[in-house]
Nanobody, 115 residues
Framework: QVQLVQSGGGLVQAGGSLRLSCAAS????????MGWYRQAPGKRREMVAR???????LYGDFVKGRFTVSGDLAKNTVYLQMNNLLPEDTAVYYC?????????WGQGTQVTVSS
């Protein structure tokens, strides 16, 4: 069983930066992708960024160069550096991992951006 433990997040003013971290534990040898999703109140969960084992990085359209996903899938770690945060970035952010044919999620962390 794989568990994702994430840290970071919090409250920041618009234009500020935050960094999220996530590490997988357990039987994580089959991880093929890790990344981040977010869910704002009343909205669907959406992809923020994803790091694939091939080295490809994918981003949601709203990122527009403000966020950077990094990490090492061999070490089962992923990070999200968020710069120039906007109030509309306020949401619960979830770490994501693809293990075999299973999607695994972290516990979620609140990111609040004040205007």
């Amino acid at each position: 069983q794989v568990q994702l433990v994430q840290s970071g997040g919090g409250l920041v003013q618009a234009g500020g930066s935050l960094r999220l971290s996530c590490a997988a534990s357990g039987d994580a040898a089959g991880i093929s992708a890790m990344g981040w999703y977010r869910q704002a109140p009343g909205k669907r969960r959406e992809m923020v960024a994803r790091l694939i084992v091939s080295g490809v990085r994918l981003y949601g359209d709203f990122v527009k160069g403000r966020f950077t996903v990094s990490g090492d899938l061999a070490k089962n770690t992923v990070y999200l550096q968020m710069n120039n945060l906007l109030p509309e970035d306020t949401a619960v952010y979830y770490c994501y991992g693809r293990v075999g044919d299973l999607d695994v999620w972290g516990q979620g962390t609140q990111v609040t951006v004040s205007s």
